[in-house]
């Protein structure tokens, strides 16, 4: 089956043309993205890739998948031939090994001047840590990003967010845009060095912003948007599971202690008073199931939110009427593209290809005789799944 649902309109990268070299979470996310914005993407897997965070996940949707043996001297041949023709480069090896396989970006730019490279990257392409192994965590660890999450007595670890997919993923999108704009004023394509320690430390700017003129703490719940102020968290409620309050402004504070029925004296920000904020706000929430308070919430700007399970979110009434999430590959739900745009709107999300399942029918559409396909199959060159 393709790996591409058609569009109801060009989503606005239509035309572009991208190359991804298969690997694992950020840089197959990014080109995920890529895809359902309209681009023209091809995945370059391994033959017969059996890494199950490469064949699994729900990041290889909405692209066909060719199987190359980049080791094999007619399969490089192919990649250089797709490269010299797309728009962008993609991949998540670690630094070098692209050079390596002889596909190093100068050569790439002599044959194919105006091609972006985006290069995802844990550590980066430079640096004494550059070649060493890592995951979000790690990333999350170096850049103090997860110094700054979770209770007082620890840090928590995070699902892969922050550094893979916010810190990677998002970072690495970013930068071919750019790249892509600015070549249409150059003329020439550039490197994208996106490293996911340098992503995670740029998504604290605020906090170190606040942290560089004295008004964040150091230290884990002690600030305002830390879990440290009583209005700014998340308690437990009757039936064990939670809400999060989120009334920083006045006005907001105002509704929340009035809707809640409790009494605090003094300042909201005096954190003198914090804590018999918190001990009123606890024993309050404690009265009543997280879904009767969400009853009781709806309607306010106290900025009360029941926190759901990944299951439930699914079915909140807002995230149904936006339609937020739709029936992915399988027909399980997955969340929809985003950001929405008017004019040029996204791809729904497509089929996940088995690795090499449109080799031949993807080639031969784009250039390849079918006796040449033919040939680099028996070649070993190619696979078709």
Not at 229 to 243: L, Q
Request: proline fraction near 8%; aromatic fraction near 6%; include cysteine.
């Amino acid at each position: 089956m393709s790996a591409v649902a058609p569009a109801a309109a060009p989503g606005p990268l239509a035309g572009i043309r991208v190359v991804e070299l298969g690997g694992i979470g950020p840089s197959p996310f990014a080109a995920m993205i890529l895809a359902e914005l309209g681009a023209d993407v091809v995945r370059v897997d391994r033959p017969a890739e059996s890494n199950l965070l490469a064949t699994s996940g729900g990041l290889r949707r909405s692209r066909p998948s060719i199987a190359v043996d980049l080791k094999h001297p007619d399969g490089l041949a192919v990649v250089r031939r797709l490269v010299d023709d797309a728009d962008v480069l993609l991949e998540g090896y670690r630094p070098g090994v692209l050079e390596r396989l002889g596909l190093a970006p100068a050569d790439l730019h002599a044959r194919n001047p105006r091609l972006v490279v985006g290069r995802m990257t844990g550590w980066g392409q430079d640096g004494p840590w550059a070649q060493r192994a890592g995951h979000d965590i790690t990333y999350a660890a170096v850049s103090g990003t997860l110094h700054a999450l979770g209770p007082r007595e620890r840090p928590i670890a995070p699902v892969p967010a922050i550094g893979d997919f916010a810190g990677g993923s998002m970072y690495l999108v970013a930068g071919v845009l750019a790249a892509l704009v600015s070549r249409a004023s150059t003329g020439r394509g550039q490197v994208v060095d996106a490293a996911m320690v340098d992503g995670a430390a740029h998504l604290l700017t605020m906090v170190h912003g606040m942290l560089g003129v004295g008004g964040w703490r150091d230290e884990r719940a002690a600030n305002l948007l830390d879990g440290g102020a009583p209005f700014y968290d998340v308690y437990e409620c009757a039936d064990g599971r939670f809400v999060a309050v989120g009334a920083l402004e006045p006005q907001f504070f105002g509704e929340l202690v009035a809707t809640l029925g409790v009494e605090v004296e003094g300042e909201q920000y005096d954190r003198r008073t914090w804590p018999a904020q918190r001990e009123a706000f606890t024993a309050a929430f404690l009265c009543r199931t997280r879904d009767e308070w969400a009853a009781v919430f709806d309607g306010t700007d106290a900025c009360v939110a029941p926190v759901l399970s990944l299951v439930e979110a699914r079915h909140h009434p807002h995230l149904a009427a936006r339609g937020s999430f739709v029936p992915g590959p399988g027909g399980a739900p997955v969340p929809r593209p985003s950001p929405r745009l008017s004019g040029t709107p996204q791809r729904e999300p497509g089929e996940e290809p088995l690795p090499g399942a449109d080799t031949t029918s993807w080639l031969t559409a784009h250039g390849f005789g079918a006796d040449e396909v033919a040939s680099l199959l028996a070649a070993g060159a190619l696979h078709q799944a």
